[in-house]
């Protein structure tokens, strides 16, 4: 492990049988002034027919490594009674060249295009009792086809769980293994106030066919419990990574779900996105709303390494160049190594950065 005196990262990571913890795990500063090489392109992608961006949050790339996913939440801040498609396709040049799942969700959240090409959403609300709008829908996640065909759903759409089973309860994110296996980041309540033991905040495995393998974690600050797991991806070691945004840290797992370690050196991770060669981009949506979340941190997107947490570059949210305000919750880099990230407040949009 690898750690360097300019700037220590708080790493817990195991080696065998020994544990290895670092000593600066609580005193670490805000890290906000890494360099920045990319030059930052507000409103990339423009939608077709006069449509408006609404908040989004997911975002992913095509196998192809040119065309990005995106959500955009039927130009506000949910899809509830809007029959616009809420998932979609953009190519190099911001242009829509496709759009699917219309009618399907009320809060499309986290998304990921596995190795075949196609779209998991996941739908991080539940019905309201007195809108007949919302019955039977969310509390779920949706396989789609490339072409909006769905191909398979896990949890049951309008019935949120309790944590103990194969059903759902607002699902954050989801992605997928080399063997089609499925993991999805359950809860996005756990770091709100009022939170407790009892509200869900855990990791839930199923296989590719949907039947439940496994469920890890439960509500807290421990290691291996969450308080939001909020983003998901795994890495080339086979490890999954999770954005456990309440505790302001990145837990790493193996993926029959043994906890491995964490850094804390990203901030309060909203989005993540891993390349081959292990660098992570972390995008940071929550820091700046208040000043109890994460005090000091600036909103934007890090990039570091996962081989040893610490953190090079810092795209951030309140340099010139930048949209004042803009706060991106989701983040991908495409084949060409530009960043795209997904902005959540404002009316939401599309920021591109692009190394300079």
């Known amino acids: 492990m690898k750690i360097s005196s300019q700037h220590t990262s708080p790493v817990v990571l195991f080696f065998g049988s020994i544990l290895l913890v670092s000593t600066a795990f609580a005193q670490l500063e805000p890290i906000n002034d890494r360099p920045n090489p990319f030059s930052t392109v507000d409103a990339w992608a423009t939608l077709p027919n006069d449509r408006q961006w609404g908040s989004t949050a997911g975002v992913d790339m095509d196998p192809d490594g040119r065309h990005l996913w995106a959500i955009d939440r039927c130009g506000g801040n949910n899809c509830i009674g809007s029959g616009l498609d809420p998932i979609v396709k953009i190519d190099s040049n911001g242009n829509v060249v496709a759009s699917i799942g219309g009618g399907l969700m009320l809060f499309p959240h986290g998304l990921h295009v596995d190795r075949d090409g196609n779209i998991w959403v996941t739908d991080a609300q539940g019905p309201t ?5 919302t019955r039977g ?10 072409e909006g065909e769905l191909l398979l759903t896990l949890g049951q759409p309008g019935i949120a769980g309790d944590g103990t089973s194969a059903l759902l309860e607002t ?3 989801v992605v997928t293994d080399a063997d089609g296996n499925i993991y999805v980041g359950d809860g996005h309540s756990g770091q709100s106030e009022g939170a407790t033991v009892d509200t869900v905040a855990r990791i839930v495995k199923y296989d590719r066919n949907g039947n439940m393998i496994k469920y890890w974690g439960g509500w807290g600050s421990d290691a291996g419990q969450f308080k939001t797991p909020h983003a998901l991806d795994i890495d080339s070691r086979n490890r999954l990574i999770v954005g456990d945004r309440g505790n302001n840290r990145l837990q790493i797992f193996a993926l029959d779900g043994n906890y491995i370690g964490e850094f804390r050196s990203f901030s309060r991770p909203s989005g993540i996105y891993i390349t081959d060669d292990d660098t992570i981009y972390v995008a940071d949506s929550e820091s700046e709303f208040d000043d109890t979340r994460n005090p000091g941190w600036h909103a934007g997107i890090r990039v570091g390494s996962l081989l040893d947490g610490i953190v090079d570059y810092f795209i951030d949210g309140t340099v010139p160049g930048y949209p004042e305000g803009t706060n991106p919750e989701g983040v991908a880099v495409d084949s060409a190594g530009n960043v795209f990230g997904a902005v959540v407040s404002g009316g939401g949009a599309l920021v591109k950065s692009s190394r300079r």
């Not at 009792?129 to 709008?133: C, E, H, K, Y």
């Open 129 to 133: 009792p007195d809108n007949p709008a």
């Open 137 to 146: 829908m969310g509390h779920a996640v949706y396989k789609l086809s490339p």
């Open 171 to 173: 699902p954050c994110d």
